[in-house]
């Protein structure tokens, strides 16, 4: 059987050259030196090729959470960020309804779904109408009871440049999420159009650097031009070392400005090549704000603390 991890003194240490950039000859971001010319140019519009960098937006949370907080009126709170943004991360319908057809940004199209957060195959706390709420029956993991959820005709319609595919490593549905991402990539990559596999993490899943590795490394295995998962507070430059593929980071839940500051900086400096957020932006107290001030932070290499103040000054004078 495969070594998944190491235990026994027996084996020999693992070796992830962490210290070792991957080589990208000719093109400067990790992996896709070798791919099609419009495949390069859509992930160039994703990330900005003088830093190798993304400051993605996410707000495709409706897809399965409905109207969450801070996403009950799209063009009131995401319009505003979207010059922030290098790319925007988003549903077909929400595109097509409140999306003005004039932006330049890169689009990463959500292609995966099939499930709502009030499946009644699984008792979890989630949010109905910005109140916590029991949901469901315990037992089962319907969310990750996902198949693809549009066409590559619809994504050259809509111009995606990168299509996002939900995978969940180690769950009921591992393989019918596989091959969802599979399926994605024969067909995107007729179309020069990237992939982005989006590492799902349930209840029973632990959120560690070793599951992490093994997820991220087989979604890049099987033809993921773009990884996303979560940051881990230990271990982080092991993910983005033996991942072939750039990784971007997750926000995850909503955090403090200065801890969600601060997890971007250091996915940053251990090798992660963009975050993709939501909440910790559209769920701030000051979301511009808060958009300049990540945005600073991965593209300026600005700290965590001078990304702190940068936020809290410009939240001062937006009041002003």
């Given at each position: 059987m495969a070594d998944i991890q190491t235990s026994s003194a027996d084996k020999?240490?693992?070796?992830?050259?962490?210290?070792?950039?991957?080589?990208?000859?000719?093109?400067?971001?990790?992996?896709?030196?070798q791919y099609d010319w419009g495949l390069k140019n859509r992930l160039s519009r994703v990330f900005n090729p003088?830093?190798?960098?993304?400051?993605?937006l996410a707000f495709d949370h409706g897809y399965f959470?409905?109207?969450t907080t801070g996403l009950e009126r799209v063009d009131q709170t995401i319009?505003?960020?979207?010059?922030?943004?290098d790319c925007l991360m988003l549903t077909r319908g929400i595109q097509r309804s409140v999306v003005p057809a004039s932006t330049t940004k890169a689009i990463a199209l959500r292609a995966s779904g099939g499930t709502s957060m009030v499946s009644p195959m699984e008792e979890w706390e989630g949010e109905i109408d910005g109140k916590k709420a029991k949901l469901g029956r315990p037992g089962f993991e319907p969310l990750s009871n996902e198949s693809t959820a549009l066409s590559i005709e619809e994504a050259i319609r809509l111009n995606a440049s990168v299509l996002a595919v939900q995978v969940f490593i180690g769950s009921a549905y591992e393989r019918q999420t596989l091959k969802n991402l599979t399926d994605l990539v024969d067909g995107a990559s007729r179309y020069g159009i990237g992939v982005m596999g989006v590492t799902a993490v349930g209840r029973a899943m632990a959120r560690t650097p070793q599951y992490f590795r093994l997820a991220t490394r087989i979604m890049a295995e099987l033809g993921a031009n773009v990884v996303k998962c979560y940051y881990t507070d230990t271990e982080f430059d092991t993910v983005t070392s033996c991942c072939p593929v750039p990784i971007v980071i997750a926000g995850g839940k909503k955090l403090p400005e200065l801890e969600a500051l601060e997890m971007c900086s250091?996915?940053?400096?251990?090798?992660?090549?963009?975050?993709?957020?939501?909440?910790?932006i559209f769920q701030s107290d000051a979301p511009i704000a808060m958009m300049q001030a990540v945005r600073a932070v991965v593209h300026e290499n600005l700290s965590a603390a001078a990304g702190y103040q940068m936020y809290?000054?410009?939240?001062?004078?937006?009041?002003?």
């Amino acid at each position: 059987m495969a070594d998944i991890q190491t235990s026994s003194a027996d084996k020999k240490d693992k070796e992830y050259f962490t210290g070792t950039p991957q080589e990208a000859p000719g093109f400067f971001l990790k992996g896709a030196h070798q791919y099609d010319w419009g495949l390069k140019n859509r992930l160039s519009r994703v990330f900005n090729p003088k830093t190798g960098r993304t400051v993605m937006l996410a707000f495709d949370h409706g897809y399965f959470q409905g109207p969450t907080t801070g996403l009950e009126r799209v063009d009131q709170t995401i319009l505003p960020l979207e010059p922030y943004a290098d790319c925007l991360m988003l549903t077909r319908g929400i595109q097509r309804s409140v999306v003005p057809a004039s932006t330049t940004k890169a689009i990463a199209l959500r292609a995966s779904g099939g499930t709502s957060m009030v499946s009644p195959m699984e008792e979890w706390e989630g949010e109905i109408d910005g109140k916590k709420a029991k949901l469901g029956r315990p037992g089962f993991e319907p969310l990750s009871n996902e198949s693809t959820a549009l066409s590559i005709e619809e994504a050259i319609r809509l111009n995606a440049s990168v299509l996002a595919v939900q995978v969940f490593i180690g769950s009921a549905y591992e393989r019918q999420t596989l091959k969802n991402l599979t399926d994605l990539v024969d067909g995107a990559s007729r179309y020069g159009i990237g992939v982005m596999g989006v590492t799902a993490v349930g209840r029973a899943m632990a959120r560690t650097p070793q599951y992490f590795r093994l997820a991220t490394r087989i979604m890049a295995e099987l033809g993921a031009n773009v990884v996303k998962c979560y940051y881990t507070d230990t271990e982080f430059d092991t993910v983005t070392s033996c991942c072939p593929v750039p990784i971007v980071i997750a926000g995850g839940k909503k955090l403090p400005e200065l801890e969600a500051l601060e997890m971007c900086s250091n996915a940053i400096q251990q090798g992660a090549s963009g975050v993709d957020m939501g909440r910790n932006i559209f769920q701030s107290d000051a979301p511009i704000a808060m958009m300049q001030a990540v945005r600073a932070v991965v593209h300026e290499n600005l700290s965590a603390a001078a990304g702190y103040q940068m936020y809290q000054d410009l939240k001062a004078s937006l009041k002003a």
